[in-house]
C-alpha cells in the first residue's frame, strides 16, 4: 500500500487577496476562486472595457528559468443581456503568445454538467488597444444568461477526475491504486487494465493547462473498458497502465505549464548538462514524474505515449524520439507504424505536420538530429531508456484544419472521441512492438509508407 504523504516543506502559493468592494448595482462581478481559476481583476467598472491579467506560476528553477502563464479560467455573473468587451492586458508576454493569433475563447453557460458545451466566441482578437501598444487578447461578448465562463480550453476539474476515477475503480476490469502523492499531498492516480505481456503506458496533462489531454483520457479509459472488439482485444493482447493526470497540484492552481512549485514536469525525467546542477527527477521538486518513473521501471514499458495539448498548431500530431543516442531503424518502423494505425481509425489524426523549424508558416514536422533529443523530457527519456516506441501526442487548443469545427472548435467531445479511437489503432501494433516485426509488419510498413509518400519523409526519419 502506497500512503500519501504530507507535505513536509512549504510550496509557493498563489496569494488571494481579498479586500471587500462595494458593488454598483448591476455591475458584473468576476471570480476565478476556484478549482482551475486563473484570472486577476484590474478593472470591471466599465463592461465595454473590463481590464483582466492572468496570474503567473511560480518561477520555474533549472530548466525553462521563468515564470510561466496562459492559461485562464473565470466566470462573470450579473452579466445577462449585457455588452462586454474584455482585454487580457499581459496576454503578449504569455508563454506562448504568438499562439494567440487565430484563437478564439471558449465560453460555457454549464462548465460543471456532465457533457458540458463550450463554444467559441468569433469576435476574439490579439492585437494591440491602441497604436504603438503591445498586443492583447480582446473579445465581446453578450450573454445570454446571468452567469457565463470564460477559458483558454475547456477546463477538466479536479472533481471530474474523481469522478473518472471513480467510474474505473468500480469496473471490474480496472484496477486503482496511488503509487505516490504531489508536493501538495494530493494522490497520483494509476489505472490498470488488462492482462496481456505487452506494457503499454499512456500518461497525460503533464502540463495542467492542456486539458483535452484528460478529456482524451476519458474516453481512452471508458472505451478501453468496453465490450468492443478492439477494446477486448487490447485486454488480451497487453496489460495498460494509465495516468489520467500526471499534474493534479496545477490543474487545481489554474497553472498552464508547472507544478505547485514551478517545475516543468516534462522536463524532470533525467537530470542533462543542458540543466547544469539540476537533479530530476526529485522528490523536492517533481515526485509526481518520480513515483510515475519508479513505476514503469517495475513494470517495463513496450508503448508509451504523453498526451499534450499544443497552443499552436491546429492539427493532432505525434512527436517522435528520433534524436535519442540509439535511434534505430526498429524504432523508425514502429513510429510509421503508430501513425498509419492511428490515421486508420480516425478522421482526427494527420501526419506531416508537426514540430520543427519554429519559423516555418506550414508547422512541416522536422525531426532532431542524433543525440540532439532532450533527454529530461518523458517520450525522448522512455524511449531510451526501455529502447520501446514512445511518442508525445499532441492535440490543438484552437482546431484541426480538416474537420475543423467552426463553432465550437477543438472541445471535450472531439477530445473524448480521439482517446477512444486510440484503444483500436495500438491493438495491430501489439505483435510488432518487440522484436523482429516479421513479414506481415513488413508488408504492413510498405503499403504505410506507399500511402504517406506524399507526406515526405521528414515526419518519422532522424533529422538530417
Not at 216 to 235: H, P, V, W, Y
Request: overall charge negative; some cysteine; aromatic content about 10%.
Amino acid at each position: 500500500m502506497t500512503s500519501v504523504r504530507a507535505n513536509t516543506k512549504p510550496v509557493p502559493r498563489r496569494t488571494l487577496t481579498r479586500v471587500r468592494v462595494p458593488m454598483a448595482k448591476g455591475a458584473v462581478a468576476i471570480s476565478s476562486s476556484f478549482d482551475s481559476g486563473n484570472i486577476k481583476v484590474l478593472d470591471c467598472t466599465d463592461t465595454k472595457d473590463i481590464k483582466l491579467e492572468i496570474h503567473k506560476e511560480p518561477f520555474t528553477e533549472g530548466t525553462d528559468k521563468r515564470h510561466h502563464f496562459q492559461w485562464f479560467y473565470f466566470r462573470v455573473a450579473n452579466a445577462k443581456g449585457k455588452e462586454c468587451k474584455y482585454r487580457i492586458t499581459n496576454a503578449h508576454a504569455a508563454s506562448f503568445s504568438p499562439a494567440y493569433d487565430g484563437y478564439k475563447v471558449a465560453y460555457s453557460y454549464d462548465p460543471s454538467s456532465a457533457s458540458p458545451t463550450w463554444t467559441r466566441v468569433a469576435e476574439t482578437d490579439y492585437k494591440p488597444s491602441k497604436a504603438g501598444a503591445e498586443k492583447e487578447l480582446v473579445w465581446s461578448f453578450k450573454s445570454e444568461q446571468d452567469s457565463v465562463w470564460f477559458a483558454y480550453f475547456a477546463p477538466f476539474s479536479y472533481e471530474r477526475h474523481q469522478s473518472l476515477i471513480a467510474t474505473c475503480a468500480k469496473n471490474p476490469l480496472a484496477e486503482a491504486s496511488v503509487i505516490g502523492s504531489t508536493l501538495q499531498g494530493r494522490p497520483m492516480d494509476l489505472i490498470k487494465i488488462g492482462e496481456g505481456d505487452r506494457k503499454v503506458w499512456v500518461i497525460a496533462r503533464q502540463h495542467p493547462g492542456e486539458s483535452m489531454a484528460e478529456w482524451f483520457m476519458d474516453g481512452f479509459l471508458k472505451e478501453i473498458m468496453s465490450d468492443s472488439k478492439e477494446a477486448k482485444a487490447l485486454r488480451k493482447g497487453a496489460t495498460v497502465y494509465a495516468v489520467p493526470n500526471m499534474n493534479p497540484d496545477g490543474s487545481v492552481l489554474g497553472h498552464l505549464r508547472t507544478n505547485a512549485c514551478g517545475a516543468n514536469l516534462n522536463r524532470e525525467w533525467q537530470s542533462i548538462p543542458l540543466y547544469p546542477g539540476y537533479v530530476a527527477p526529485s522528490d523536492e521538486r517533481s515526485p509526481e514524474v518520480k513515483s510515475v518513473l519508479d513505476k514503469m521501471i517495475e513494470t517495463g514499458v513496450d508503448l508509451f505515449i504523453d498526451v499534450h495539448g499544443d497552443e499552436q498548431i491546429d492539427d493532432n500530431f505525434f512527436a517522435g524520439s528520433q534524436g535519442i543516442p540509439h535511434w534505430s531503424s526498429r524504432l523508425e518502423d514502429l513510429y510509421v507504424l503508430l501513425n498509419h494505425a492511428v490515421l486508420k481509425c480516425t478522421k482526427e489524426f494527420q501526419v506531416g505536420k508537426g514540430y520543427g523549424d519554429d519559423d516555418d508558416p506550414t508547422f512541416r514536422a522536422k525531426n532532431s538530429k542524433k543525440d540532439e533529443a532532450n533527454l529530461s523530457v518523458a517520450s525522448n527519456h522512455v524511449a531510451h531508456r526501455f529502447d520501446c516506441l514512445s511518442a508525445t501526442l499532441e492535440m490543438p487548443f484552437k482546431d484541426t484544419t480538416k474537420t475543423a469545427d467552426v463553432k465550437e472548435g477543438w472541445n471535450p467531445v472531439r477530445a473524448q472521441g480521439f482517446g477512444a479511437s486510440m484503444v483500436g489503432a495500438f491493438v495491430p501494433l501489439l505483435p510488432v512492438l518487440r522484436g523482429d516485426i516479421g513479414e506481415e509488419g513488413r508488408q504492413w510498413l510498405a503499403h504505410a509508407k506507399d500511402e504517406l509518400k506524399d507526406e515526405g519523409t521528414d515526419w518519422y526519419q532522424e533529422g538530417k
